[in-house]
């Protein structure tokens, strides 16, 4: 794939305007899926199980099976759309997508075309600077997701694939789809729009409990617009649709390079193709896809096995009621009450650990320690383990690990030990405290005599201590932590030390 010419983008957004616009899928963790009572991967690791076992008749489209709408994929709708500052439909109904594609079994998709369950919302988003701007949505719409196309080949991808394996484990399972309105005014910080609107929505979806939201996995999927117009031009220009970029910084970078991408198309006196790209996370650039479909190719007609949904007014008000407080407004609340800089906050919520620093906090520990443990060496090992930070151990243990640290039972070494026994489950941490022996010495006759040893080993060391050279200290330190197997408190060593040499 030839690399496509790129304009510098200070001198693209001196020529052009961008706008854009993002099409978010959430996919919600109901029990079963939008139209059967097939399970709902999305509330297990997708991966586990075997291709196409995770499906009903209706998924598939075979006939004589009818669809039944999920109840609670309907409540998840309406407080995502409530959440997003939405009016809610008195009525909504469904519509047949018609669309030809080996992943959809029964060639159309259902979703909601004309009449979607929430229209006209603002969703208000934080830039890295603390700006925040008024994001506008023109729905938010329920469907079902498509199966799993799996590309043999080299490359896996379709491009030069020898076959394709299909698997509709994950049709059928419902999603919410929000569509933004044109963004404009984002200028050169657009890249920075699109990566903080999707974490907005990020965001929200974990605070309703509605989605684990997680791009990574394709819990939470988006499709970023972008389309440049000549300064001073009022029409908008011909844009491109980046499908399923799976991070918040894959979107950014996304953004960036269609804007340089399309501006060198302009200037050069081309017209931009409107059509969907893929974004190639390796090499940082988007390639073709397909011609963009309008909504007339698709041929949008009522599903005529489904009826209208009616939301009650008194369930929309008691959804209203339970939303939590918005995300942006926690996030300032809980930076603010933890003395957290915009950096270490960012850290925390990059690495979606609010909620567990949060419940850390509240099992007693402090924010700072909270946040240490959690940004620092669970985060690590979680890592290397190729796991979820929140799966190896509880905020109550951390909060319990801080503890012991803070009575001096334990140093920072010692409850490193101390954390690995703890999600090995070899227990809580006074208990693997015990088990293995790890607290602090604390016998300051057991330190004298191993501080004594020390000096008798190296006879010079105190003699450059009583000469005022008190850093020498430093060897004898070493040697009786080395001695003591690293369960002695240092500065209490230096202590002693020091004291010794008083004398």
Request: glycine share 8%; proline share 5%; aromatic share 6%.
């Amino acid at each position: 794939m030839a690399a496509a010419k790129l304009m510098d983008y200070d001198k693209a957004l001196e020529l052009f305007e961008p706008v854009l616009g993002f099409e978010v899928h959430v996919e919600l963790n109901t029990r079963t899926k939008m139209f059967s009572d097939a399970p709902n991967p999305a509330n297990e690791e997708f991966h586990s199980a075997a291709p196409n076992t995770l499906i009903a008749p209706v998924d598939l489209g075979l006939p004589g099976s009818l669809p039944v709408v999920n109840a609670t994929a309907v409540r998840s709708a309406i407080s995502l759309g409530l959440a997003l500052g939405c009016s809610i439909a008195e009525s909504c109904r469904f519509a047949r997508k018609n669309y030809f594609y080996p992943d959809l079994g029964k060639n159309y998709q259902i979703s909601q075309y004309d009449e979607p369950i929430a229209f006209e919302g603002a969703v208000e988003i934080e830039l890295e600077d603390g700006t925040l701007v008024q994001i506008p949505i023109e729905r938010a719409h329920m469907e079902e997701d498509a199966g799993k196309l799996t590309h043999m080949g080299s490359t896996g991808r379709i491009q030069g694939a020898e076959y394709s394996l299909v698997d509709y484990n994950r049709a059928g399972v419902p999603l919410v789809e929000i569509v933004t309105k044109p963004i404009i005014g984002a200028e050169h910080r657009a890249p920075e729009y699109a990566k903080a609107y999707i974490a907005a929505i990020r965001d929200i979806a974990r605070s309703l409990g509605i989605s684990e939201a997680r791009l990574e996995r394709g819990n939470l999927r988006c499709d970023a617009n972008v389309s440049l117009r000549p300064r001073g031009q009022e029409k908008l220009g011909t844009r491109t649709e980046t499908k399923n970029v799976n991070s918040m910084r894959s979107v950014e970078r996304a953004v960036r390079y269609e804007i340089q991408r399309q501006a060198q198309i302009l200037a050069d006196g081309g017209s931009v193709v409107q059509e969907t790209r893929h974004w190639h996370e390796d090499t940082g650039v988007t390639s073709p896809g397909r011609p963009k479909s309008d909504a007339d190719d698709y041929r949008y007609f009522p599903e005529p096995d489904l009826l209208p949904v009616q939301p009650s007014r008194e369930l929309v008000e008691e959804l209203r009621a339970a939303l939590p407080e918005q995300p942006v407004a926690r996030r300032r609340r809980l930076k603010s009450e933890w003395g957290f800089t915009d950096l270490e906050y960012q850290d925390v919520r990059n690495g979606g650990l609010v909620e567990v620093v949060e419940a850390t906090v509240a099992a007693g520990a402090s924010p700072a320690a909270a946040r240490k443990w959690w940004t620092g060496e669970i985060t690590r090992v979680a890592n290397a383990a190729e796991r979820e930070a929140t799966e190896l151990i509880t905020p109550e243990n951390v909060a319990a690990l801080q503890r012991l640290v803070d009575a001096g039972t334990l140093t920072d070494k010692l409850a490193r030990q101390v954390l690995d026994g703890v999600i090995a489950g070899e227990g809580t941490p006074q208990e693997v405290v015990d088990a293995r022996g790890l607290a602090v010495v604390s016998d300051d006759g057991a330190l004298i005599a191993a501080i004594d040893e020390a000096l008798t080993a190296q006879p010079d060391v105190l003699a450059k201590i009583k000469d005022g050279k008190v850093q020498a200290a430093g060897a004898i330190i070493g040697a009786v932590m080395k001695a003591m197997r690293g369960q002695a408190d240092a500065a209490r060593v230096r202590e002693l030390i020091l004291e010794r040499a008083a004398q």
